[in-house]
T-cell receptor
Framework: GAVVSQHPSWVICKSGTSVKIECRSL??????MFWYRQFPKQSLMLMAT?????????EQGVEKDKFLINHASLTLSTLTVTSAHPEDSSFYIC????????????FGDGTRLSIL | QKEVEQDPGPLSVPEGAIVSLNCTYS??????FMWYRQYSRKGPELLMY????GNKEDGRFTAQVDKSSKYISLFIRDSQPSDSATYLC???????????FGTGTSLTVIP
């Protein structure tokens, strides 16, 4: 149980375009989801906390207008990288917490974003 | 000082060896301690999850938390080549709160 699906797994796009990444909890409802960014051989960097039905809470230094987060339902959160540039290229990972169980975060398989 | 410190390695062991992975943390208010395994280009996979101090065993894996010394350990018995991955420790105040991750230790088990 506690499966988190992330889509797409890999995306390549041109500079200036916007990219949407989906994070779904497949077998549980998640009131809270988290979005992370990971650079090669580095640990996870928390970008924002996404709560269903309310605005996301962004970590210091993360541009909320650049990284739009929408948690519209208990099973889906989306991260949109707007007007992406090469420096936005990274590995983006989401996680979710089962709402009714005392469990830690369960992670998706990540999205590799490459901006040309 | 980082909330959670972890030796990045890399660590290389022969197949069948006992592996010891360690982290230290700075905030005594942390209550939950996790170990995740991350294969290359994949998301972290939850391995072990413990509350407060003590040991927890699951198959070949044993997690230990010593709150008096703020020390977190993961032991892997009879290590296998499939255990080759990066291992991340994490701590939190509560399960629904932010996790504080170590930098990860890269492990290679040589056949």
């Amino acid at each position: 149980g506690a499966v988190v699906s992330q889509h797409p797994s890999w995306v390549i796009c041109k500079s200036g375009t916007s990219v949407k990444i989906e994070c779904r909890s497949l077998d549980f409802q998640a009131t809270t989801m988290f979005w992370y960014r990971q650079f090669p051989k580095q640990s996870l960097m928390l970008m924002a906390t996404s709560n269903e039905g309310s605005k996301a809470t962004y970590e210091q230094g993360v541009e909320k207008d650049k990284f739009l987060i929408n948690h519209a339902s208990l099973t889906l959160s989306t991260l949109t990288v707007t007007s992406a540039h090469p420096e936005d290229s990274s590995f983006y990972i989401c996680s979710a917490i089962p709402g009714t169980l005392d469990q830690p975060q369960h992670f998706g398989d990540g999205t590799r974003l490459s901006i040309l | 000082q980082k909330e959670v410190e972890q030796d990045p390695g890399p660590l290389s062991v022969p197949e069948g060896a006992i592996v010891s992975l360690n982290c230290t943390y700075s905030n005594s208010a942390f209550q939950y301690f996790m170990w995740y395994r991350q294969y290359s280009r994949k998301g972290p996979e939850l391995l072990m999850y413990t509350y407060s101090s003590g040991n927890k065993e699951d198959g070949r894996f044993t997690a230990q938390v010593d709150k008096s010394s703020k020390y977190i350990s993961l032991f892997i018995r009879d290590s296998q080549p499939s255990d080759s991955a990066t291992y991340l420790c994490a701590s939190s105040f509560q399960t629904g709160n932010q996790f504080y991750f170590g930098t990860g230790t890269s492990l290679t088990v040589i056949p």
